[in-house]
Structures are given as C-alpha cells and as structure tokens.
C-alpha cells in the first residue's frame, strides 16, 4: 500500500544505517538454521531476523530516477515472520508467525532534487508478539490445529488447549499484524483476520499499540448486549467508504451472533454503527467482502 507521511512526530531519527536483531529479542540465534526443511520456513519464506537499526532506515541504491510523484510516500506491507522457528518435522501453516513490517521511503527531500529512497523494516510488537518473545514460544499455530491429521475432534482439542494457554499467559488478542494494512484515521493499522488492530508508526514502523475503536464507546455498547461486543476485533480487509471516509468492516467470533457489521468515524474515535449480521448459524471464517454506497457483500 501507499500513503502520504509528513507527520513530524514520526520524523526519521539518527540511524547507523545498517540491521540488527533488536535488544528486546529474547529468542536467541543459535536455533535458528538456513537450512529448514519445511517449505513456508525456507528460501524467500525463511523468516527475517534482523531489523534496521534506528528510525532512519538504509538508504537505498537508486537505479534509474523515482517518479516525483512518489515524493513524501511510503510503500510497505506485511507478513507472517516467526519469531519462534518451529522445529524440524513440527507442523507450520502459511498463516503463522508474527508480523513483520518492509517499508521503503521516499523521503520529501528538496523539489527538484532526485527522490531518496529509505528501507526500514519491523516486526509489529503486538501483545501476541511480546508473549511469544517471553515465552520462547508461538501463542497460535494453525498448522498445531488444522494440519492433515488434526481431523476435527484435533481442531477441537486444539483450539481448547490454546484458550487454556491464553488464558495462562493472559493473552487477550491473537492479533499479530501479519496479513494486511490499512491507513485509516491517521494511522496505520497492521492487521489479522481475528485479532486487534495493532497501530504503529509512519514511516519508522515502530509500533505504538492496540488500536482500540473509541474505549468509552466500546463499554457503552457492551452494557446494552448479552456478552459484550467484540468489535475491538476487525478483520484484516476493511474498506474506507471513499465518500465519508468512515471505515467498514465485519468481525466474526465463535459464539453467537457469530459475526458483527461494523462502521467506525473517518477519525477513527467513535464507533458510529455497529450490528450482529442476520442469518448466520454457525461460526464462520470469512476472508474480504466489497462495499458499495447501498450494499455490503
Ligand atoms: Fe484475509
């Protein structure tokens, strides 16, 4: 995705222009090996370890001359990138692992001068991260629950032993950043289809927290329904209405009413409609839906 960035908050610091592992980074390197035999674990999909030193960045090679055009903006996006490599031979899925941010940006510069270019990247440190990052260990593995010979009755046992875990380790939100973003209200959203937004920072990608949609309103709501709302949950494709600038989406969960409708103020602080979606009679993952100025789909 791109967007503008000319927050001065978020301005670019003193960086020694080279990677790093971060000193919060618990899970120590000896583990870790080329070499893994699973296929989302090796080659393009081996995880990435290191992060850019600084808010800065690495400036980057330019070869040829950036579009104007891109002055001011920053391309980035999201994946899966386990902190906690599994073991050799342990299951995996394409979804698991923690967040990691790339972004390269184009710094504003001088017009009239050529456009620079800066690399950054960061694991998005949601609250799922940092446990994993404490406890040596991933908080959530669809590969543990789902792979071939989970069967259902291992899907069962499986999401059981995690809520168990959770529950442990006080784990509120499995919300890792890793599947899309969205730049919404002044912020950049790193999302996942069944956890919190998690905020972070432009174009330094540090993260800033749990985005919550207006807390006050969140309690509000809850008073006036049976087990309380979880609309601080938003799945990992919303749609910006390009009119009102209001962000719509649904979120699901595995009780009943199984799924919510969504719509949140273009300034994001103020939760302005919100209802269980009709018709559903069990638990249900759905992925991404269009929106049009009637309908919703
Ligand atoms: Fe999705």
Request: neutral net charge; aromatic residues 10%.
């Amino acid at each position: 995705m791109t967007f503008e960035s000319h927050d001065p908050i978020h301005a670019p610091q003193k960086s020694s222009g080279t990677t790093a592992i971060a000193s919060d980074i618990k899970v120590r390197t000896k583990e870790r090996t080329k070499a893994h035999p699973h296929p989302y674990l090796s080659g393009n999909f081996y995880p990435v370890f290191e992060e850019t030193v600084g808010d800065e960045g690495i400036e980057c090679e330019v070869i040829g001359t950036i579009p104007e055009s891109l002055r001011g903006s920053q391309y980035v996006r999201t994946g899966p990138n386990s902190l906690n490599v599994p073991k050799d031979g342990a299951p995996h899925h394409f979804f698991d692992g923690e967040g990691m941010l790339h972004g390269v940006y184009f710094e504003p510069g001088v017009e009239g001068e050529p456009v620079r270019a800066r690399y950054m990247n960061r694991w998005v440190r949601s609250e799922v991260f940092l446990k994993a990052n404490d406890h040596g260990q991933m908080m959530m593995s669809l590969g543990r629950i789902m792979g071939p010979a989970c069967g259902f009755l291992g899907f069962i046992l499986g999401i059981l032993w995690y809520r168990i875990k959770h529950a442990f380790t006080r784990l509120k939100s499995v919300g890792n950043g890793n599947t899309a973003l969205a730049f919404f209200g002044s912020r950049l959203l790193a999302l996942q289809e069944a956890g919190k937004p998690v905020e972070t920072s432009v174009p330094s990608l540090n993260t800033t927290g749990d985005y919550y949609f207006e807390e006050e309103n969140v309690k509000e709501h809850e008073k006036n329904t049976k087990k309380g709302p979880k609309q601080e949950i938003c799945t990992a494709h919303p749609k910006i209405d390009p009119k009102t600038g209001e962000l719509v989406f649904f979120s699901y969960r595995m009780s009943h009413p199984f799924a919510y409708y969504s719509v949140v103020s273009a300034d994001g602080k103020r939760l302005v409609w919100e209802e269980p979606i009709p018709g559903i009679q069990k638990s249900i993952m759905m992925h991404d839906f269009a929106i049009t100025s009637t309908y919703s789909m």
